[in-house]
């Protein structure tokens, strides 16, 4: 299980087409950034990819079944989605938390497993929130909060997680880490899928870029065949200056148009 | 890689929560028992521990151990067809009007939410109001509680599909529709109540329905709520898993594997069988099922699976002693329940909810 | 690898969506309903209450008592507006009374001390008929089932109109429930009904001898009408309301030789009326209701209205008004009305009477 594959997919909302038609499709092990301005379809696609929202027409494959077709369950035991932020008014522990995401593993009765158990360990310890275990949940940091939020969606042990605007709430160090273990998940073999609005932050650690503009696909592939001056301009109205970086990726610097 | 077994670390019950867990139930059991006790016992007409003991052994025990027992008629209709049924029926009320509650807290994410607010509260009293308008409710002890369950059922299907496209039913839309199909259905139940203002015996029995009351409940009352408050409170327990998940928000309980949609309506549909037949035998009782989950919910925390059993038991008991109170403070008039039981839920609100405001702002 | 073109299964898996949605919406809800009824029918056999679920009586609009008493010869057998027949052994004399004008009643047949519960309108001074017995004998209030039970009744009549839960529950107690219909519209009624309280109580003579009086103070009422006297168009205004046909007011003053204005134009029973109305039917008496004390500030109020004050009877002073105790108490208190307004239309000088009973 680890081709995602949207085919003509087309999502309408209010009588306007917001998505589509656009088809689209995400390999296993890949680290892979959805980007565009806001309104793009950068957050419908990832829905659709995720089996939350399904395509008004076309249809979202995985492994070549239809998601819609599935029941909810079987999906979520292959495909997690990690949402912006998680608001809450009550004060579960991140241990119950955590536990939340075996939902899909477990049937209604069934007590928790040592499978289970194991998951959530081995997910604690992967996104270090291990001495957070008996916080509750509401007490906790941005990035605390958006670590455990990965964290729950690995319980769930899928082949893809898809990460909606993860580092949009963190300050600059959390950030970082949470992208470094993206990538780390990457290379282990998962296929993570991120939509940011902030190319930048995510240009050295995505192998594959997918452009978006009013919810159609612009171009998709490596960086710098999508990440054009030209691209850039059209579809974010701005003009960027490469700034060479130690990291290898380069920084895109914005001027306004017409003034570089 | 080797990962930490974490066996010191139980993962998901601290020591700490379970030893809440244990004395909240410790506390809570004896306590529940002693009510039971304490409401079976007091009653207007006083009637000592060994007759009722007796009349219980008579009624519950086979013919021939009983022959030797001596009850009059009327210790054993006090005992065992007034005050026992009206316990009874209090206790499931009770324990259906906070289990309602935790649904509705957990559905609407929010932890101020109320049974009602799904309409089934208006459609109840509607039901009601028009048994007793119509004079069912004077020629036929079924009448009453049957139109008040089949108003409140009615009531949620109306407000479903009112906030129902393509399938998709938001929280808030379901929220705003409940409020306006309440708000109509006591409209008209108002206009029931003033074209029949002339007969103001019926007016009055209204009203003090409207109020709540266990006056005069029977062992039929009980068969009447009973079957459908347990049907409500198994139901609730099966799906306490997707109670959690959806209070985390809906987007996250569907990418976990939560059929959001049908456990909505699965969820909605309890709550109002709960409220329904609740209503259905007691009138209008409100803040059982705002105030006991939130209280139960801060001493034992939100997981439903924990929170759900321990406000059921907690608001049986609650209601229990709120009916004594109703009846005994003041004799010979019984003060309708519905006023005992804001007298003491409303302050008890408040605090919960300076509480939470205070701590909001610390934070 | 393109796959197959899909044969638009999503589309076909929409429709059946929609079909699948609303099966979901409806199907519990069917379900409960059909859970609901079953319930009851199950209720219904095996937990019934005495009594029985009752299909709801046609509304008798005539308040006929639907008196069917048995043979003198005890044990006795009368049939209430249940249709319910109780079966009294022998006299009664530990009585339970559960409405206001049973009662009255009550009090009139039977010895006072037989009565040990009345309802709670019998402690209100402003509406009872029967204060002096209450502050005699201070009879338990009959609100509390489990208080009228350990009173050990052996009789209780509770009123027609009143919630099914009370009267099965005491039904269940094994106590004689006779459910009396309370709404008359005739004197006639009123006078058998003073008869069948003597029959399911025993005290039959008693019971004759107020059936007697009452018959008796009527006759006297409608005999202060003069032969050819021109027939007294007369209103009856209980607050906002009047009573036309099928009310017992319209059988009072079609009795007493008059005639009742609310019928006259169309009324049928107990109606709410604008006074605009009161002033095109412009009738010649009035009798209106006020509180204990209250009849002269009644009056005035009446006199008052803009609109009352252009009918006949306010200009030439022929507004009655009446202590509501006696106005239309169903009872055989109901003799007092009726002499109250004989006396006002009939007899001494028109004047707006207070009465005292």
Redesign the interface.
């Known amino acids: 299980m680890s081709v995602l594959?949207a085919?003509d997919a087309v999502v309408r909302r209010g009588g306007h087409t917001i998505l589509g038609p656009l088809s689209l499709e995400i390999g296993p092990g890949e680290m892979t950034a959805l980007i565009g301005p806001n309104g793009s379809g950068k957050s419908t696609l990832l829905?659709l990819f995720?089996?939350?929202w399904?395509?008004d027409?076309?249809?979202v494959?995985l492994d070549?079944t239809?998601i819609?077709?599935r029941?909810?369950?079987?999906?979520?035991?292959h495909?997690?989605?990690v949402?912006q932020e998680?608001?809450?008014?009550?004060?579960?522990?991140v241990?119950?938390?955590?536990?939340?995401?075996r939902?899909?593993h477990?049937g209604?009765f069934t007590p928790?497993s040592e499978a289970d158990?194991?998951a959530?360990?081995?997910a604690a310890?992967e996104c270090d929130v291990?001495h957070l275990?008996?916080r509750a949940v509401n007490?906790l940091s941005g990035g605390e909060r958006q670590r455990v939020l990965i964290a729950r969606?690995l319980v769930?042990q899928p082949e893809f997680i898809l990460l909606d605007e993860p580092t949009a709430n963190l300050d600059i160090q959390h950030a970082l880490d949470i992208l470094e273990l993206c990538r780390a998940l990457a290379q282990k073999g998962k296929t993570v899928i991120v939509a940011t609005h902030d190319f930048n932050s995510v240009t050295r650690f995505v192998t594959r870029f997918v452009l978006l503009q009013s919810g159609r696909l612009v171009a998709e592939g490596p960086r710098d065949a999508v990440l054009t001056q030209k691209a850039i301009q059209n579809v974010f109205q701005v003009e960027a200056e490469l700034v060479a970086t130690k990291a290898g990726a380069p920084l895109y610097f914005f001027h306004q148009r017409g003034s570089y | 890689m080797s990962?930490?077994?974490?066996n010191a670390?139980e993962?998901?019950?601290?020591a700490g929560?379970r030893l809440r867990s244990s004395l909240f139930y410790a506390f809570l059991l004896p306590i529940l028992f002693l009510c039971l006790l304490a409401a079976i016992g007091i009653g207007s007409s006083p009637i000592a521990w060994s007759t009722i003991l007796r009349v219980i052994e008579y009624k519950v025990l086979p013919h021939e151990w009983t022959s030797s027992i001596q009850v009059t008629q009327a210790d054993q209709v006090i005992v065992w067809l007034i005050r026992i049924p009206r316990v009874m029926v209090a206790f499931f009320v009770g324990a259906g009007l906070a289990s309602a509650g935790v649904i509705m807290q957990a559905l609407f994410?929010?932890?101020l939410a109320e049974p009602s607010l799904v309409g089934a509260g208006g459609g109840a009293v509607l039901g009601g109001v028009t048994a007793f308008v119509a004079g069912w409710s004077a020629t036929s002890v079924l009448s009453l509680p049957l139109l008040a369950m089949l108003g409140s059922l009615l009531a949620l299907v109306l407000v479903y599909v009112m906030s129902t496209r393509g399938g998709v039913t938001p929280v808030t839309t379901l929220l705003l529709s409940g409020v306006a199909v309440t708000a109509l259905l006591f409209a008209i139940s108002n206009l029931l109540i003033s074209l029949n203002i002339v007969n103001w015996q019926i007016e009055q029995e209204i009203v003090l329905w409207m109020m709540g009351g266990l006056d005069a409940r029977t062992w039929t009352h009980v068969w009447l709520c009973a079957p459908f408050v347990l049907l409500g409170l198994v139901a609730s327990l099966?799906q306490t898993?997707d109670l959690?998940?959806l209070?985390?928000?809906e987007?996250?309980a569907?990418?976990?594997?939560?059929?959001?949609e049908s456990s909505k309506r699965m969820l909605t549909l309890t709550a109002a069988i709960l409220t329904g037949a609740a209503v259905a035998v007691s009138g209008m009782v409100g803040f059982v099922g705002l105030v006991v989950p939130h209280a139960v919910?801060l001493i034992l925390?939100?997981?439903n699976r924990r929170l759900l059993p321990a406000s059921v038991l907690t608001g049986g008991a609650f209601l229990v002693v709120c009916d004594l109170i109703a009846r005994t403070i003041h004799p010979p008039t019984e003060i309708r329940l519905g006023i005992v039981t804001a007298l003491f839920g409303g302050p008890l609100f408040i605090y919960l909810l300076l509480r939470r405001y205070r701590g909001a702002v610390n934070? | 690898m393109t796959?197959d073109k899909?044969d638009s299964?999503?589309?076909k898996?929409?429709h059946d969506d929609t079909v699948h949605q609303r099966l979901l919406t409806f199907g519990p809800s069917l379900l409960l309903l059909v859970l609901v009824a079953t319930t009851a029918a199950a209720v219904h056999q095996f937990a019934s209450p005495v009594g029985g679920l009752q299909l709801p009586l046609a509304p008798k609009g005539d308040g006929d008592p639907r008196i069917r008493m048995g043979g003198t010869a005890y044990p006795r057998k009368a049939t209430d507006s249940d249709e319910v027949t109780i079966t009294t052994a022998r006299p009664t004399h530990r009585i339970i009374s559960q409405y206001w004008s049973i009662d009255e009643y009550v009090y009139t047949v039977v010895p006072p001390q037989d009565v040990l519960a009345v309802s709670e309108s019998a402690y209100v001074k402003d509406i009872s008929n029967v204060t002096a017995q209450i502050e005699r004998f201070h009879p338990t209030v009959a609100t509390d089932p489990e208080r009228v039970l350990a009173l050990d009744p052996d009789l209780m009549i509770v009123s027609s109109n009143g919630r099914a839960d009370y009267t099965s529950l005491a039904r269940s107690s094994g106590v004689p429930v006779y459910r009396m219909q309370t709404m008359f519209t005739t004197l006639d009624q009123v006078e058998q009904n003073i008869r069948l309280v003597g029959y399911i109580t025993g005290q039959d003579e008693s019971a004759e001898r107020e059936a007697v009086r009452f018959h008796d103070a009527i006759e006297k009422a409608a005999a202060l009408r003069t032969a050819n006297e021109p027939k007294p168009r007369i209103l009856g205004l209980g607050g906002h309301y009047s009573y036309g046909t099928e009310t017992l007011f319209q059988d009072i003053v079609t009795r007493l030789g008059g005639i009742n204005v609310g019928a006259e134009n169309g009324l049928v029973g107990y109606v709410s009326v604008n006074f605009e109305q009161i002033i095109r039917w412009d009738p010649e008496w009035i009798i209106a209701g006020a509180s204990t004390g209250q009849t002269k500030q009644m009056l005035a109020k009446l006199m008052a209205d803009p609109a009352i004050a252009l009918t006949q009877a306010a200009k030439n002073g022929h507004i009655v008004v009446i202590e509501n105790r006696v106005f239309l108490p169903m009872s055989p208190f109901t003799s007092v009305f009726v002499q109250a307004i004989a006396s006002a239309v009939y007899g001494p000088p028109p004047e707006s009477a207070e009465v005292k009973p």
């Open positions: 594959k085919h829905r995720s089996g939350i399904k395509p027409s076309g249809d494959f070549g239809a819609g077709t029941p909810r369950k079987e999906i979520a035991r495909i997690s989605f949402p998680m608001q809450i008014d009550f004060s579960f522990t241990a119950e938390i955590l536990a939340m995401g939902y899909a477990r209604r928790q158990r194991t959530i360990s081995l310890t291990t275990l008996g007490t969606s769930a | 990962a930490p077994t974490s670390l993962l998901n019950r601290t929560s994410r929010n932890p099966i898993r959690d998940l209070q985390l928000g987007e996250t569907a990418s976990f594997g939560v059929e959001v919910r925390g939100p997981s934070t | 796959p899909p299964p999503a589309r898996s929409k």
